[in-house]
């Protein structure tokens, strides 16, 4: 039976859409509902889809053997495990890592301060040396002397080998 | 499928897994293992190859198991998993073809019988009738080919409807579609796969 209103089976595309039921125009519908050679087609259809789907679970299933399964299981098991085993391994090297961090931070601190004592210390001995090569400027001999010298009665105390003894003593 | 932890809770298990017992895994293991075997083998049809793929999923899952919080089914962000790493290996697949053709020729020059078809071959075809049996081998393989050759969203579609049997709602939620366009990739795959039976019967194209 055809479709009395255009003489015309469904196409493939009405087809498929009918078989997946998007929303095609209802005389669509109503030529499926009434024409035999589109509702074979449709069977056709959906008996392709159900063969397809028995032939590819056929051809995942078929060659494998009863115990596959569970032997794949085990394995997954044994690597999940591994993969656990090799995280905590990794959070170690981590904590390794943040170990060894700070051993440099310390290390460095410690170097830099040792480079800088060593600096300090080079300093000090070259401001030594400076100090010893040049040395301070030495006293005024009339400032050594004014420390005897009280100012009004005491004339000064002239030292020196020009003084004659009869200046020192007087003379009889 | 095997039911044998059918009544177990995935978010349960996934709650205990989180909180670091690793043994409980084993429970999703064995429950979501051959149906991502199964998704695994429909894009690759290579044994070893979805194997490989189902042992890095889970492996995967195991990782971010973390990140999983819940708001989406297990088995949904599991098959998202099995998905995607399926489609890296067909990518990768695709790549070096001309590379692997040079290097490793086919030991079966001559025949127009490739990889694909060994893998037919190795099926044991229930039907009595020989003939029967290889034209649904050739019928077979033809289909697999018309649906390899799909884009990739039309093909993930298209096995998790027809070979993984999801309903449209959980396709939407696995693939992140709308309705319409997981039903449309739905309508484009089936016309195209009824063009090739169509052909191959040597019948007129309507």
Known sequence: ????????????????????????????????????????????????????????????????????????????????????????????????????????VVLVGALTVHTSQRQYKRLWDQAHTVVAEFGPVSPNPNEFISVFDDGNSNPGFPIGPDVQDSELFGSD | MDTEHFDLDDREIVRAVQQGDTERFEGLVRKYQPRAYRIAHYYLHDQEEARDVVQESFLLAFKHIQRFRGDAKFSTWFVRIVINLSLNRLRKRRTPLFWKRWHYPRKESGSSVGETDQVVQRVADPLPNPEQQTLNRELGLRIRKAIDALPEKQKTVFILRHLDGLSIKDICQVTGMAEGTVKSYLSRSAVRIQEMVKRYYGEPEG
């Open chain 1, 1 to 104: 039976m055809v479709n009395p209103k255009d003489n015309k089976h469904l196409s493939k595309k009405e087809l498929a859409d009918c078989y997946y039921g998007i929303p095609s125009s209802p005389d669509a519908r109503a030529h499926l509902d009434s024409c035999t050679d589109c509702q074979n087609a449709y069977s056709d259809l959906r008996g392709h889809m159900e063969w397809i789907a028995a032939d590819y679970e056929r051809q995942a299933t078929s060659a494998l053997d009863p115990y596959f399964f569970a032997r794949e299981a085990q394995a997954i098991m044994s690597r999940v495990r591994a993969s656990r085993s090799s995280l905590s391994f990794l959070f170690a090297r981590w904590r390794w890592f943040a170990a060894s961090a700070a051993f440099l």
